[in-house]
């Protein structure tokens, strides 16, 4: 048996992360107990000196990484697309949920077909494929962003089983612009698939935003980016969401995506609320410079993809780059690693929460965080 003392467990509520814990682990280094620190005990033990412990990062928006596009996939490609899986591992990512953005109907099934495959392949010390997250196509023409409009398609309930039939059960995630005719079978068609359903790429107000949620999508994609900002004459989709509480903001904590001030103040008014992504895509794991995303030209510097006209599209920082800005940013650790870590596990079901994430995990499954007197904060694997 082995104890672990002075740990500290992410939390989304300020102060709520400070508390120290202790973690019991058996023979085999399987956690079995997590206990708080009553006062001022001393318990025998290894002393961690307040860091903190969480599950690995879950990235439920990430279009591709070196040199990939996850819609472009082919099955020659699976040897890479394992790569990249094992990069994300080393980058302290359990889990992806693949996204696929607008694409033609060939290519998409394509692709579905290959992430099929590499599920297979799975094997413990590798990121795990979970779902596919399919970004598009019925989004708002307006509000398309990157997303080419050639593929763009009105929401039908044909339409879509053109695209998923056959792969109803591989499906995570969808976002769609709820305000569009059509979208309410698809939303309901989508749930009776166990499907989440998100916001984003969406012209949709408040009104309407308040409607798509009563019917049960559950998420914004990547918060203010590509919908209505905040007003205060049109609180838009997230002033609804973070009204009522309970959908998750996807948030791509980068500093140009949503400048940090705004990261801040909507974690201040949803701290629950907030999942960070990185919304990566091919470039990821390459160097800054020019690479092809499908027949375009993707700059990208600093880590800020763009296509040549301008437009915002992606980045190539790993997700827990983002936890560590927002922890500067905001002053607020615990709740930013919570935000990368229990958060999307929480949204998509796969725990109840921090107890839930740890309890019966491997600590070399898991991350240590530390807090250097500058205020950086860092991770490494928990062993």
Not at 63 to 86: M, V
Not at 136 to 148: S, V
Not at 159 to 166: D, E, F, M, N, V
Request: proline share 6%.
């Amino acid at each position: 048996m082995r104890r672990i003392t002075d740990v500290r467990l992410p939390a989304p509520e300020p102060g709520a992360s400070d508390s120290l814990h202790w973690l019991q682990l058996n023979s085999r280094g399987i956690i079995i107990d997590i206990e708080p620190t009553a006062g001022d005990e001393s318990l025998a033990g290894e002393s961690w000196d307040g860091d903190w412990v969480s599950p690995r990062g879950i990235d439920l928006q990430i279009n591709g990484g070196l040199g990939l596009a996850f819609p472009e996939l082919k099955s020659n490609d699976l040897p890479r697309l394992i790569e990249l899986l094992d990069r994300l591992w080393a980058d302290g990512v359990e889990a992806i949920a693949p996204t696929l953005v607008t694409c033609a109907l060939e290519p998409l099934r394509e692709a579905l077909s290959v992430l099929h495959l590499a599920r297979t392949q799975h094997q413990a010390g590798r990121c795990r494929l979970l779902g596919a997250h399919l970004e598009g196509p019925f989004l708002a023409e307006a509000r398309r962003g990157a997303h080419p409009l050639a593929h763009l398609a009105e929401p039908s309930l044909p339409a879509l089983r053109k695209r998923i039939r056959g792969f109803e059960e591989e499906i995570a995630l969808m976002t769609l612009a709820p305000e569009l005719e059509g979208a309410d079978a698809v939303i309901a068609e989508l749930q009776d698939h166990s499907v989440l359903v998100a916001l984003g790429h969406s012209a949709a107000k408040a009104d309407e935003a308040n409607r798509a949620f009563s019917q049960g999508v559950g998420m914004i994609t990547h918060a203010f980016n590509a919908m209505p900002g905040l007003h205060h004459r049109a609180p838009g989709p997230l002033g609804e969401a973070c009204r009522r509480g309970g959908i998750a903001l996807g948030l791509i904590a980068d500093g140009v995506h949503v400048a940090p001030t705004m990261a801040v103040l909507l974690q201040r008014l949803a701290p629950e609320q907030i999942v960070l992504v990185s919304d990566a895509l091919a470039p990821y794991g390459l160097a800054d410079g020019e690479h092809r995303w499908d027949e375009r030209v993707l700059l990208v510097q600093n880590g800020t993809c763009r296509l040549e006209d301008g437009t915002l599209a992606g980045v190539t920082l790993p997700l827990l780059e983002g936890v560590k800005r927002l922890a500067s940013w905001s002053d607020r650790p615990g709740a930013a690693i919570w935000s990368a870590t229990v958060a999307p596990r929480q949204t998509i079901g796969l725990a109840n929460g921090l107890r839930d994430s740890l309890i019966g995990q491997s600590l070399n499954s898991l991350l240590r965080w530390s807090q250097s007197s500058s205020g950086n904060l860092t991770w490494q694997s928990a062993v």
